[in-house]
């Protein structure tokens, strides 16, 4: 027993002479090295992948698919715009905020597509079938103004409309809602 108590005595003196100096111990609670690895996952990740609003969402989806092409052209703008005011049903000056946001946070276009398959597989069950079809309908008129739709478009126009409206309709007469 003696000795258990020597080297505890001899623990908390290292300890208290380390902090004296000025050593930082926070660093050995593993609540604060926790939260802090927390932390810095949060701010070192895609900022992308933090949104849990689905007019946000939708409003990236949409605007990922104007930059396919590269930078969005007036005419697409003018159509994004023209989508978002009656849809979500925004002002124009919210609805200019919403483009610069999503244009803002979807970054180069080199990585458009490893940002939305993160945003498909993460938000699976974000949009009703209304809002799915609404988001589908906007995809395709914005990726029809201009030119005709690029193969690109329209592969990632298919995977949101067989993600969102086929798995979210309830399953017709047979499925959960029967």
Do not use: C
């Not at 193969?151 to 309709?169: F, G, L, T």
């Amino acid at each position: 027993m003696h000795i258990v108590l020597g080297l505890l005595t001899s623990l908390i003196t290292i300890l208290y002479l380390l902090d004296r100096m000025g050593i930082n111990l926070g660093g050995l609670n593993p609540f604060y090295w926790r939260r802090r690895r927390a932390w810095a996952k949060k701010y070192e990740g895609d900022p992308i992948y933090a949104i849990d609003d689905p007019m946000e969402v939708a409003a990236l989806f949409v605007v990922a698919v104007a930059k396919l092409q590269g930078d969005i052209t007036l005419e697409q703008k003018n159509t994004i715009l023209s989508e978002f005011s009656p849809r979500f049903s925004l002002d124009d000056r919210e609805s200019s905020q919403l483009l610069g946001s999503s244009t803002h946070l979807l970054g180069q276009p080199q990585v458009i597509r490893t940002q939305l398959d993160g945003l498909l597989s993460r938000n699976d069950n974000l949009f009703s079938p209304d809002q799915a079809e609404s988001l589908v309908a906007m995809m395709q008129k914005v990726a029809s103004s201009g030119e005709s739709p690029s193969a690109e478009q329209q592969e990632i126009i298919a995977a949101i409309k067989e993600r969102y409206v086929i798995s979210n309709s309830g399953g017709g007469p047979w499925g959960k809602g029967a």
